[in-house]
């Protein structure tokens, strides 16, 4: 009988040590996490009590009433390098020359150079004037969408051979039409140029 008793034993302890390691890793899992994946909200009492035997009640999460935190954390905020700029509004450009048509060939030819000191008029959503550079060049900046009109202002001893187009300039001569759209508020106007013959050429 005693020999049954024993092999009974030493049959049974490879059952037996198998549930004590399963124990070990139950109570090994975090008790904030649910078998399924979810947070726990409360805290168990085996994890409470285990805590504080340790002495190891904040380094598990306790807060003062001796309770588990399960309570998840929001993530930090990013670096100041991460941020994204504000957004600017972006606003159109009409370019431009005023030059000596030398051979009155109604466009700019080879040579031909630029004539500074020539008022260059927009009239629209935003106005004003400008005087062309050393170089004959001119621009507006700064348009905000809408329709606008490039006029030049005569002088004495000159007559207008580009544009050909009358756009309406008080002035009667010629000038350019350009619409900035508002989905493309961005957009450069170049090549807005003024043919001037000199009478008596």
């Not at 905020?77 to 030398?102: M, R």
């Not at 900035?180 to 090549?191: L, M, Q, T």
Request: glycine share 14%.
């Amino acid at each position: 009988m005693r020999i049954l008793k024993v092999l009974f034993f030493l049959a049974a302890l490879p059952i037996m040590a198998a549930a004590q390691s399963a124990q070990g890793q139950a109570q090994r899992r975090d008790p904030c996490t649910l078998p399924e994946g979810g947070v726990r909200r409360g805290a168990p009492a085996d994890a409470t009590a285990r805590a504080q035997s340790s002495g190891q009640g904040q380094k598990s999460g306790l807060n003062q009433d001796r309770s588990v935190n399960c309570t998840p954390t929001a993530p930090p905020p990013p670096p100041p390098g991460d941020e994204l700029p504000p957004p600017t509004s972006e606003t159109a450009e009409i370019q431009g020359t005023a030059f000596g048509d030398v051979d009155v060939s109604f466009t700019r030819s080879a040579g031909e150079t630029g004539l500074a000191g020539w008022t260059i008029t927009l009239s629209g959503p935003v106005s004003g004037s400008t005087v062309t550079d050393a170089d004959g060049n001119y621009s507006f900046i700064g348009l905000t969408p809408g329709t606008y009109v490039i006029c030049e202002d005569p002088q004495i001893g000159w007559w207008q051979s580009a544009p050909m187009d009358d756009v309406g300039c008080a002035s009667g001569m010629g000038g350019y039409t350009r619409v900035v759209s508002p989905d493309a508020p961005g957009v450069i106007f170049r090549g807005n140029d003024f043919g001037n013959v000199l009478i008596g050429f």
